[in-house]
């Protein structure tokens, strides 16, 4: 499955150039997450993707969700395969540019973040920092997580969420808390007075966690 992306290159790339994925939420494109470009770090690649699947309002999906139906909330096989398909694109973009000895991030909003939990916590030996914002870890999507400690210490989580959050309850966020303790990851979570998005002080305490060194 191909991918539309955003990419910004910064002036010198070497072999440990970092370089961070920016995964949208559901019915967003890959133009939203972008505009954090100017405030990311100048030395790292940038990449937005765009979700394969188009919605209802124009915009673009990961997977289907039924909301009438919580059994049926998430498209499971729609969800792996865009988690399959954006693992290659990241294989393939950091082979492109020669990223043997660099460090990989990502962030995801929504039901992006969702797609994030799965991607560090199924493979965490590829990536450093992850932020999951206004999102959830989803159970059908965990069943094949790396448990073992010594394979984790080393990730960054940056979690946030907003407490008027009408879309994914702040209850279903904290359930991050509970599942990053128990596998003892290094973690920060936090609550924001905004609904279902990123507020100023969100975007600075996000900013501040990737400008970190």
């Known amino acids: 499955m191909e991918l539309k992306y955003l990419i910004r290159e910064p002036q010198n790339i070497t072999s440990k150039t970092p ?3 920016l995964i949208h939420g559901y019915g967003s494109n890959e133009q939203d997450l972008f505009s954090f470009t100017p405030t990311l770090p100048e030395d790292w690649i940038v990449v937005s993707f765009q979700a394969p699947y188009t919605t209802e309002y124009e915009g673009f999906s990961w997977y289907d969700i039924d909301f009438m139906d919580q059994e049926k909330f998430i498209n499971t096989q729609q969800a792996n395969t865009a988690l399959n398909a954006i693992l290659d694109h990241i294989l393939k973009i950091s082979n492109q540019y ?3 000895e660099n460090e990989t991030h990502l962030c995801g909003f929504s039901q992006g973040g969702i797609l994030c939990y799965a991607l560090a916590l ?3 030996e ?3 920092k992850v932020a999951c914002l206004s999102c959830y870890p989803e ?3 965990l069943g094949e997580i790396v448990k073992d400690k010594k394979k984790l210490e080393h990730l960054r989580f940056f979690i946030s969420h907003g407490t008027d ?3 994914i309850p702040l209850e279903w966020g904290r359930k991050a808390a509970d599942l990053l303790y128990d596998l003892s990851c290094y ?3 936090r609550e924001y007075m905004s609904g279902h998005g990123v507020n100023q ?3 600075m305490d996000l900013m501040d966690f990737f400008g970190k060194k």
């Open 122 to 124: 199924r493979l965490p």
């Open 139 to 141: 159970e059908k999507l």
């Open 201 to 203: 002080k969100n975007y």
């Open 126 to 128: 590829l990536f450093s």
């Open 98 to 100: 020669g990223l043997t």
């Open 165 to 167: 959050d009408a879309v």
């Open 187 to 189: 973690f920060s979570f």
């Open 19 to 21: 370089i961070i994925f």
